[in-house]
């Protein structure tokens, strides 16, 4: 079984930073990628930042420049550095975990994706 811990979510000003931590624990063979999503209010869940386990990194055309996905494949834990957040970042941040492997099930079962349950980070003055 694989936890999923979010943290670092958090009211900010605008022009503020904010760094975010998910760690996913538990009998882990492997991890694909490592990513953080958001959803805004009354809009759909999008890619905010993703990285896979040899380091390549995908960004969101309106974080680049802003944010830094960076991953600590031993702990199984991906981070978010927030920089010059502005009102339109906010939104409610999920990590995202894909095709972990679990040391258990690795020869009876395929990966599996998991989420974080979300924490809310809203940018405001």
């Known amino acids: 079984q694989v936890h999923i811990v979010e943290s670092g979510g958090g009211l900010v000003q605008p022009g503020g930073s904010l760094r975010l931590s998910c760690e996913a624990s538990?009998?882990?063979?492997?991890?694909?990628?490592m990513g953080w999503y958001r959803q805004a209010p009354g809009k759909e869940r999008e890619l905010v930042a993703a990285?896979?386990?040899?380091?390549?990194?995908n960004y969101a055309d309106s974080v680049k420049g802003r944010f830094t996905i960076s991953g600590d494949n031993v702990k199984s834990t991906v981070y978010l550095q927030m920089n010059s957040l502005k009102p339109e970042d906010t939104a409610v941040y999920y990590c995202?975990?894909?095709?972990?492997?679990?040391?258990?099930?690795?020869?009876?079962?395929?990966?599996?994706?998991?989420w974080g349950q979300g924490m809310k980070v809203p940018v405001s003055s």
């Open positions: 995202h975990f894909q095709h972990i492997i679990e040391v258990a099930t690795m020869y009876s079962a395929g990966p599996s994706d998991y």
């Open positions: 538990g009998s882990i063979f492997s991890i694909y990628s």
């Open positions: 990285i896979i386990t040899n380091g390549v990194t």
